[in-house]
């Protein structure tokens, strides 16, 4: 396992809980597609689960939660925010695990499995086919699987709008190889590394070459890519029926097939076959 990227999620502390309260689109649209497909009181491996916040909200909606993430730190912070939020008895268990090895977990034990940050990591093709593999094989034939990853378009977009940013891959022939093989690390402290961002097509087939037949790809950021977070705080605190359209807008737009490349995570949701 990439050491840098471990380094970066056990120092980011709070960060990773906080983040998808800044990226509000983020999280509500991924709930709201897992709420579609989910039945009540599911049996749920979280697995790269970081600070629970997925976890926690399942496990709040009545649903048992097996929370695991390879980053010791993040795992004892979702530890601690489950019993802050009085949904221990809903959680299964903590673990120090690798998506790549789920020996731990017989054939078919889970209704569902969530893998909202794996595949964001893992940057070799067999490494991946490993994991999607393992995924499938956890949960129970009819069940789900949310599969969330970064689409390389996206990156090559923002690296050229602000390739300070960027700089590791800035270079035209350096975007170019990213393009190529989706490998995006930089050595600048603090900073997210050992990342791998996919080609829509070829992350869809690896999937369903699993046995996760696809049911939907959906852009999580959906149409409010291009809002300032001032502006957004503004819209969620509208009066209702605005609000309520404005949700309908987002999760409507965010089936859309064009949205999801240009998204900051596109959210794969497959029925294991
Ligand atoms: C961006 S965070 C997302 C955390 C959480 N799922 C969320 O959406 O808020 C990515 C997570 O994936 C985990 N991760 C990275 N590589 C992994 C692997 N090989 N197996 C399992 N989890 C992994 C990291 O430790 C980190 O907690």
Same mark, same amino acid.
Request: with cysteine; charged share 25%.
């Given at each position: 396992m990439n050491q840098e990227m471990l380094t970066y999620y056990n120092e980011t502390g709070d960060k990773e809980w906080k983040r998808l309260e800044a990226m509000w689109t983020e999280f509500f649209v991924n709930s709201a597609f897992m709420k579609r497909y989910l039945k009540p009181e599911s049996r749920i491996l979280d697995i #790269?689960? #970081?600070? #629970?916040r997925y976890s926690i909200a399942l496990a709040q909606n009545g649903h048992s939660v097996w929370i695991a993430d390879p980053a010791a730190s993040l795992l004892e912070q979702a530890m601690q925010r489950a019993n802050e939020a009085g949904v221990q008895e809903r959680i299964l268990g903590f673990d120090v695990l690798d998506?790549?090895?789920?020996?731990k977990f017989s054939d078919a034990s889970f209704d569902a499995v969530l893998a909202m940050g794996p595949f964001y990591h893992l940057q070799d093709t067999f490494d991946r086919k490993i994991a999607a593999r393992e995924i499938s094989r956890v949960v129970r034939p009819g069940g789900y699987a949310f599969l969330a990853f970064v689409p390389r378009t996206y990156i090559v977009a923002r690296c050229l709008a602000d390739p300070e940013y960027f700089k590791s891959i800035a270079a035209p022939s350096e975007l170019f190889n990213f393009w190529t093989n989706g490998r995006y690390d930089t050595s600048e402290p603090g900073r997210w590394t050992g990342a791998f961002c996919g080609k829509i097509g070829e992350m869809c087939d690896l999937f369903i070459d699993a046995g996760l037949e696809r049911c939907q790809l959906v852009s999580s950021e959906s149409v409010t890519m291009f809002m300032n977070m001032e502006r957004l705080a503004a819209m969620i605190k509208m009066e209702e029926p605005a609000r309520s359209q404005f949700e309908k807008l987002i999760l409507e737009c965010a089936e859309e097939p064009e949205m999801s490349g240009l998204s900051i995570h596109a959210l794969y949701i497959g029925k294991r076959i």
């Amino acid at each position: 396992m990439n050491q840098e990227m471990l380094t970066y999620y056990n120092e980011t502390g709070d960060k990773e809980w906080k983040r998808l309260e800044a990226m509000w689109t983020e999280f509500f649209v991924n709930s709201a597609f897992m709420k579609r497909y989910l039945k009540p009181e599911s049996r749920i491996l979280d697995i #790269g689960a #970081g600070p #629970g916040r997925y976890s926690i909200a399942l496990a709040q909606n009545g649903h048992s939660v097996w929370i695991a993430d390879p980053a010791a730190s993040l795992l004892e912070q979702a530890m601690q925010r489950a019993n802050e939020a009085g949904v221990q008895e809903r959680i299964l268990g903590f673990d120090v695990l690798d998506v790549r090895d789920l020996s731990k977990f017989s054939d078919a034990s889970f209704d569902a499995v969530l893998a909202m940050g794996p595949f964001y990591h893992l940057q070799d093709t067999f490494d991946r086919k490993i994991a999607a593999r393992e995924i499938s094989r956890v949960v129970r034939p009819g069940g789900y699987a949310f599969l969330a990853f970064v689409p390389r378009t996206y990156i090559v977009a923002r690296c050229l709008a602000d390739p300070e940013y960027f700089k590791s891959i800035a270079a035209p022939s350096e975007l170019f190889n990213f393009w190529t093989n989706g490998r995006y690390d930089t050595s600048e402290p603090g900073r997210w590394t050992g990342a791998f961002c996919g080609k829509i097509g070829e992350m869809c087939d690896l999937f369903i070459d699993a046995g996760l037949e696809r049911c939907q790809l959906v852009s999580s950021e959906s149409v409010t890519m291009f809002m300032n977070m001032e502006r957004l705080a503004a819209m969620i605190k509208m009066e209702e029926p605005a609000r309520s359209q404005f949700e309908k807008l987002i999760l409507e737009c965010a089936e859309e097939p064009e949205m999801s490349g240009l998204s900051i995570h596109a959210l794969y949701i497959g029925k294991r076959i």
